[in-house]
C-alpha cells in the first residue's frame, strides 16, 4: 500500500485498485472513492476501510446500484 496525501484528498494505491478521498488511522474512512483495477467503480462513504453509508458502485458491465451500503456490501 502506498499514500500520498494533499490538502484536500489521500490516494492509497491498494492492489485490486486506487482510494482517492479522507482517510482515518490510514485506511479509507468518511468520503472518497475507489476505482477498482478490474473497472468497478465506487464513490461514497467509507467507515474503517469498509464501504458504509450511502454511496454509488458501477461494476465492470456499467450496472450502477446506488444507496445505502454496510460493511462492504
Known sequence: MTT???QQKTTIIFNDGI???EIRSGKPHG???K??????LYTGY???GQITGFGEHI???GKTYEGDFQDGK
Open 19 to 21: 482510494y482517492i478521498g
Open 59 to 61: 461494476d465492470a458491465n
Open 35 to 40: 476505482i477498482y483495477k478490474n473497472g468497478e
Open 4 to 6: 500520498a496525501t494533499s
Open 46 to 48: 467509507w467507515k474503517d
Open 31 to 33: 468520503s472518497g472513492r
